[in-house]
């Protein structure tokens, strides 16, 4: 069922329905984190209510319901990317948890002394911090590759970084501060040759375009699921099995083994042996939950949906002279992120005096310090759209925007 006439939507999104200071929010921060509809709430509640128990663990009714609920929407997210097998999905607690979990177990077990990795300027500390890590322990060099002036990673950048001594490729699909989406089938194209492991942080790309993880050919893909209208503390890993079972866990504890003696331990197979402890049920209904809402109105229609918002915002945007926007201004390469500038004022004053307006946007490095240094701004203001947003909620920004200057004692 396609859906995607707005005013349907925003009902369905309890936390949209407020004003904020005196006006109604128009809620630009979805790159943060997404609201829940409705029927995500109502799935964690009903969950909570009628089948909450110990997964993996009891013979008992609750017990039993609850692991098959959670299986459940592991087979909901395997098919949402289209992956092979149901135990190439781990859940995990987010992107962050999965990209440590790669870096410390494939990481550490297969990175050697001399072995490069690869990553782009534009990545969230999430993808950086664990790698400087690996490479600091291992001997290993981190070599990044830049972007050009439009805020893309080019064909002779790829060729100049990846080489015969690459052995991980770590990547965002799309970036979390300019919407660049990454250009991830060349990427892989180039560390096949190579021999090298490519792990894509999906993070940004899953909420917002048809990700077909074997279409891509990435060896892990991360995502997390409060930004895909999903609650927070759910995220998922996706591997490809061979290298999930060659990996050593991540994590030791409870529901990851298969015999335990007083000096040694055997482990569980792929996907247990990553999901140590007990585990977010209630995120992962909520998540599954997530899925179905979005399955129904469908990824093609979210990504038209965004650009159309995207046309109307850079087509204002672009014609306030004191407004300076980074990254690319091309659709096609770009999801519905846009960073900018205003000549003056710092980004955060700037978030802060549109949330005077009931506007809710996102000031700062947005955790990616490199990009920042790399572009020569100590910070940007950003907004970014999901399927909930609406012209009115442009108008808005741009009305606002219009207004920075003057509280600051600017003419115009
Ligand atoms: C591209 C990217 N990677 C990783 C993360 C980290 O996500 P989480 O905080 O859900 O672990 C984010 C969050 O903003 C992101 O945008």
Redesign the pocket.
């Known amino acids: 069922m396609v859906k995607l006439d707005i005013e349907g939507i925003i009902d369905d999104f309890p936390t949209l329905n407020q004003d904020v200071n005196g006006h109604r929010l128009a809620y630009l921060d979805s ?2 984190t997404t609201q829940r509809p409705i029927q995500v709430l109502d799935a964690m509640a009903k969950y909570n209510k009628i089948s909450n128990g110990n997964p993996h663990r009891g013979a008992y009714q609750l017990s039993i319901r609850a692991t098959e609920e959670y299986d459940f929407s592991r087979q909901r997210v395997k098919e949402f990317i289209n992956a092979r097998e149901v135990k190439e999905i781990i859940f995990t ?5 999965s ?1 440590n979990l790669i870096a410390n177990s494939y990481g550490m077990e297969f990175v050697k002394e001399g072995d490069e990795i690869v990553l782009s300027i534009s ?2 500390h ?2 950086i911090l664990p790698w400087q890590r690996v490479a600091r322990q291992k001997g290993a060099v981190l070599k990044y590759m830049y972007l050009d002036d439009k805020g893309r990673i080019t064909d002779e950048e790829m060729d100049r970084v990846i080489g015969s001594k690459t052995k991980i490729v770590a990547i ?1 699909h ?3 501060v300019l919407g660049t989406i990454h250009p991830i089938r060349e990427i892989v194209e180039r560390a096949r040759r190579v021999g090298a492991t490519v792990v894509v ?1 999906g ?2 790309a899953v909420p917002h375009m048809k990700v077909d993880v074997r279409e891509l050919d990435a060896d892990f893909y991360v995502f ?1 699921g ?2 895909m209208l999903g609650p927070m503390g759910i ?1 998922v890993l996706y591997g490809k099995r061979k290298l999930l079972e060659d990996m050593p866990p991540y994590l030791l504890g409870g529901d990851m083994i298969e015999y335990v003696t007083e000096q040694d331990a055997t482990f569980a197979p792929i996907p247990h042996k990553f999901e140590a402890g007990t585990q977010n049920v209630e995120g992962a209904v909520g998540l599954g939950a997530a899925i179905e809402y979005i399955e129904d109105i469908g990824l093609d229609s979210i990504r038209d949906h965004e650009m159309k918002l995207m046309e109307y915002t850079l087509d204002r945007l672009l014609d306030i002279p004191y407004v300076g926007i980074q990254g690319p201004k091309d659709l096609k390469s770009k999801g519905g992120i846009i960073s900018f500038t205003i000549d003056g004022v710092h980004p955060h004053d700037v978030s802060t005096i549109l949330d005077a307006y009931g506007v809710a946007i996102r000031s700062g490095h ?2 990616a310090q490199p990009l920042m240094k790399y572009m020569g701004l100590p910070a940007t203001s950003r907004l970014s759209f999901y399927l909930y947003n609406t012209k009115e909620d442009v108008d808005q920004f741009i009305r606002a925007i219009k207004n920075v200057r003057k509280w600051l004692g600017y003419g115009a």
């Open positions: 790159a943060a607690r987010n992107t962050t948890e990209l990545e969230h999430s993808n965002a799309m970036s979390n942080d993070a940004q997390s409060h930004k995220g947005h955790c």
